[in-house]
């Protein structure tokens, strides 16, 4: 599973958005599309909670330098 890209602008800036994959089988993946980001947001299902992987993407985020975390539940 590969990390999915969109890409929109606005008058004033450009974005970028890296879909990455949340199993841990594909932590490589998440890393690569995570390593330019400024922002990250975190989705958590409400049934299952915060998950060990969970917790491993945020901390990856933090190593990454990545200041601005949204977490997200669903």
Known sequence: ???AYRYFSTSRRKFIVADTPGH???T???VTGASTCQLAVVLVD???GV???TRRHTL???LL???NLVVAIN
Do not use: S
């Open 51 to 53: 998950l060990d992987q």
């Open 1 to 3: 599973i590969d990390v």
């Open 46 to 48: 409400a049934r299952n």
């Open 24 to 26: 841990e089988q594909y």
């Open 60 to 62: 990856i985020a933090h």
């Open 28 to 30: 490589r993946n998440m």
């Open 65 to 67: 330098g990545i200041q």
